[in-house]
């Protein structure tokens, strides 16, 4: 089980790392549990307004799906399949959401936006 303390420290992480390449104000990031409901949500003052929808629902993606967004992106663009084939509109293949993993199992998602969809994943994967 991911607590709160635990969530908002990965969070503080990315803003962290962010901030060492000056991007901290461009960036939305968002931990949610293993089911993907939200825990912790920032959005900083230069990041769009649909950087914070993307940032959830990257985090959502990987709690949920139980791998990095970017990997169902990849799978879904090998198989032809679109997004809406898992019948939810919070499903993304953008890259930016991993999932939080302790003792092998999924207890989390951390989602990362604002950013190229790489850079969002590097920032996102170094928070964990």
Same mark, same amino acid.
């Given at each position: ?16 790392c962010a901030a060492e390449d000056n !991007? ?10 293993a089911h993907g409901e939200l825990m ?10 649909? +950087?914070?929808? !993307? ?6 993606? +990987? ?66």
């Open positions: 089980m991911l607590t709160i303390t635990e969530a908002e420290l990965i969070m503080q992480r990315v803003l962290r !991007l901290e104000n461009d960036i939305a990031v968002a931990v949610a549990d912790c949500f920032t959005r900083k003052d230069n990041a769009a307004f649909h +950087a914070g929808v !993307l940032a959830r629902n990257k985090a959502y993606t +990987a709690a949920r799906d139980r791998q990095a967004s970017s990997s169902l992106g990849a799978w879904a663009q090998k198989t032809g399949k679109d997004m809406g084939y898992w019948t939810d509109e919070r499903i993304t293949g953008i890259a930016g959401g991993v999932p939080i993993v302790v003792n092998g199992k999924v207890v989390g998602g951390v989602g990362v936006s604002g950013l190229d969809e790489w850079e969002d994943e590097r920032l996102a994967l170094a928070g964990l």
